[in-house]
């Protein structure tokens, strides 16, 4: 039996009982699936995607390559994809011009994604050196042990100016008023966190972030970036994934 609570500190919506990193560490080696996002293919099916810069697929990149160019990152731009798993999103996001490289805790996964994609790839924080223009993560969030530690890490690799930005399951109340039974299908074993506004708000007091569910309003996110609110949430929450930009300041 297992419930979601909210944490009267932090404000973060979590699975009780929730997982420690020894358990979480273990589930991702050996037991976690989740269809394409882990799923690695062979050498003719990865030429294919190759071919077709995995357009269509379900690790098509293209959306939030879209929001990275709309938040005016130059071509060239050090990006960390944070559990990058076998590579393909950190591929697209080097094809569309960003020097990017990837954290996977998964071994093989992150193996592949070297052999088979020619990308870097570390398999722990340790392995990550330097600063970076953006933290990058899609659908990571909700799975780790700790979404205070991920933050924090990420937005300590930052450089002054550089962006936080994460793409996790919706789960505001907005679209749970909406669509309540997707919304509780967000939460459980694989994700032991459910990321909302609430949290996002409380977490990143005094810092500048931009909150906004799918589709992404690609013109706001412009407007965001070339202005000086420190808080923006465009339109209602209604979509079933929501994104999150934090700058660094």
Same mark, same amino acid.
């Given at each position: 039996?297992?419930?979601?609570?909210?944490?009267?500190?932090?404000?973060?919506?979590?699975?009780?009982?929730?997982?420690?990193?020894?358990?979480?560490?273990?589930?991702?080696?050996?037991? !976690?699936?989740?269809?394409?996002?882990?799923?690695?293919?062979?050498?003719?099916?990865?030429?294919?995607?190759?071919?077709?810069?995995?357009?269509?697929?379900?690790?098509? !990149?293209?959306? !939030?390559?879209?929001?990275?160019? @709309?938040? /005016?990152?130059?071509?060239?731009?050090?990006?960390?994809?944070?559990?990058?798993?076998?590579?393909?999103?950190?591929?697209?996001?080097?094809?569309?011009?960003?020097?990017?490289?990837?954290?996977?805790?998964?071994?093989?996964?992150?193996?592949? /994604?070297?052999?088979?994609?020619?990308?870097?790839?570390?398999?722990?924080?340790?392995?990550?050196?330097?600063?970076?223009?953006?933290?990058?993560?899609?659908?990571?969030?909700?799975?780790?042990?700790?979404?205070?530690?991920?933050?924090?890490?990420?937005?300590?690799?930052?450089?002054?100016?550089?962006?936080?930005? @994460?793409?996790?399951?919706?789960?505001?109340?907005?679209?749970?008023?909406?669509?309540?039974?997707?919304?509780?299908?967000?939460?459980?074993?694989?994700?032991?966190?459910?990321?909302?506004?609430?949290?996002?708000?409380?977490?990143?007091?005094?810092?500048?972030?931009?909150?906004?569910?799918?589709? !992404?309003?690609?013109?706001?996110?412009?407007?965001?970036? @070339?202005?000086?609110?420190?808080?923006?949430?465009?339109?209602?929450?209604?979509?079933?994934?929501?994104?999150?930009?934090?700058?660094?300041?």
């Amino acid at each position: 039996m297992t419930s979601l609570r909210r944490c009267r500190s932090c404000q973060l919506l979590f699975r009780a009982p929730t997982t420690t990193p020894e358990e979480n560490a273990a589930f991702y080696q050996r037991s !976690y699936s989740s269809g394409f996002a882990t799923d690695m293919p062979g050498d003719g099916e990865l030429r294919e995607y190759i071919d077709s810069g995995w357009a269509g697929t379900g690790g098509d !990149y293209s959306v !939030y390559i879209a929001v990275l160019q @709309a938040l /005016a990152r130059p071509s060239g731009s050090r990006v960390l994809d944070f559990g990058c798993s076998w590579g393909y999103g950190t591929w697209q996001l080097r094809r569309s011009g960003f020097d990017a490289e990837g954290l996977e805790v998964s071994v093989p996964r992150a193996e592949f /994604a070297r052999n088979k994609l020619g990308l870097t790839v570390h398999t722990s924080s340790g392995g990550v050196s330097g600063l970076f223009d953006v933290f990058f993560s899609s659908h990571v969030l909700e799975h780790v042990p700790s979404v205070r530690k991920a933050i924090d890490f990420g937005m300590g690799l930052l450089k002054p100016g550089g962006l936080f930005v @994460a793409a996790t399951p919706n789960g505001s109340a907005v679209f749970r008023e909406l669509s309540p039974t997707a919304w509780h299908k967000r939460w459980g074993l694989v994700h032991p966190n459910m990321l909302d506004d609430v949290f996002y708000r409380s977490y990143f007091t005094g810092v500048p972030i931009f909150l906004a569910s799918d589709p !992404y309003p690609i013109g706001k996110i412009r407007a965001w970036e @070339a202005g000086s609110e420190d808080v923006c949430v465009a339109d209602r929450l209604e979509g079933a994934e929501l994104l999150l930009l934090a700058r660094k300041k």
